[in-house]
């Protein structure tokens, strides 16, 4: 038996001799394979890089149009005639919904947009700043005066007092629920002092001023019967200008009694009794049985991206302790 191996048939290799002899079949669809899949990966790759890149776009557009209040998908008058929200929740004080900075160009965008029928202030604050305030009620009233055909009302479902109410005052009228918290028509200026704690523990206070009022309100120092006295009269005036923004808001309609501006506040129900409220009413039954325009547009100024973000990774923490140190003392209508 022969020991030689058969020859095994194979195929024809091209002689580079004759350009004519055909390629390898297997070997050129492997190629084509490998080029088209190539290609199929670059364009499927050229396609995710278009849309990260558009949705980045997008994600910055949206961030900025949020950031500056923007209305990207066309604006309150589109839908015709309504009734315009503006929201006020929590303290009325520089920063956030009760700010002046805040209401008044919502004010502004809702009064003279010409879908809106009437303005529907609706408030839920325990008071604040009477300057936040105060500056409000002006501009309520130039409003008032510049768009008379257009009412403003204020609608109460939890507490309206102190600062809550010398803005509501300002108002055509006042719609409460018959639980609602109403009134509070007062001043305080609160602190604390440790002058006998720190005279206890036998520590010194040492404090330089250029004036001799300078260290009024500290509260590691004495309080003098001339500085209460000073503080007093002027808690006095800023309670009067509160009483003359209420009177002159609710005119005869306010059944004044020794109580009405003690600083003390009734239920919804008892309000309406003393004229310090009309009648008891929700935003949605005012925009539909009062106003007769049930489509209900929100104009309150929102916090933009950016604040949410810093509030987010506790930047407001670090703000909320600065306000307080630097508020204490200062007068507060609540």
């Not at 499927?44 to 849309?51: E, G, K, P, T, V």
């Not at 010409?114 to 409000?136: K, W």
């Not at 006042?174 to 200026?189: C, E, P």
């Given at each position: ?41 670059q364009r499927a790759n050229r396609r ?179 500085q209460k006295q000073h503080a007093q ?102």
């Amino acid at each position: 038996m022969s020991n030689e191996i058969p020859d095994t048939p194979t195929s024809p290799t091209p002689d580079p001799a004759r350009p004519d002899t055909p390629p390898i079949k297997w070997e050129r669809e492997v190629l084509e394979k490998l080029v088209f899949a190539t290609i199929k990966e670059q364009r499927a790759n050229r396609r995710w890089s278009i849309f990260y890149k558009v949705a980045l776009l997008l994600l910055v557009f949206f961030a900025i149009a949020s950031y500056f209040e923007v209305d990207v998908f066309g604006g309150e008058g589109d839908v015709g005639r309504h009734t315009a929200l503006i929201e006020i929740e929590g303290d009325i004080e520089a920063q956030g919904s009760g700010a002046a900075a805040v209401v008044i160009p919502a004010l502004n965008k809702a009064f003279a947009d010409d879908g809106s029928v009437a303005v529907v202030l609706h408030i839920n604050s325990p008071g604040g700043s009477p300057v936040q305030a105060g500056m409000i009620v002006d501009e309520i009233r130039r409003l008032r005066q510049g768009y008379p055909e257009k009412p403003l009302f204020v609608v109460v479902d939890e507490i309206c007092a102190s600062g809550g109410y010398y803005i509501a005052s300002a108002a055509d009228r006042i719609y409460v629920n018959k639980a609602s918290i109403i009134g509070s028509i007062g001043v305080l200026m609160d602190g604390f002092g440790f002058t006998g704690a720190m005279e206890k523990l036998g520590v010194e206070r040492r404090l330089l001023t250029a004036g001799a009022n300078k260290g009024f309100m500290d509260p590691f120092s004495p309080q003098s019967d001339k500085q209460k006295q000073h503080a007093q009269a002027m808690l006095n005036e800023i309670h009067q200008q509160f009483i003359e923004t209420v009177r002159a808001g609710r005119g005869k309609r306010l059944h004044e009694t020794p109580e009405t501006f003690s600083g003390s506040f009734w239920t919804g129900a008892r309000a309406i009794d003393m004229g310090l409220a009309d009648e008891l009413g929700s935003v949605d039954s005012v925009a539909r049985d009062v106003v007769k325009a049930e489509d209900i547009i929100d104009y309150t100024q929102h916090e933009g991206l950016p604040e949410r973000v810093l509030k987010k990774f506790g930047a407001a923490v670090g703000h909320g302790a600065v306000k307080a140190a630097v508020e204490a003392g200062v007068p507060v209508i609540k």
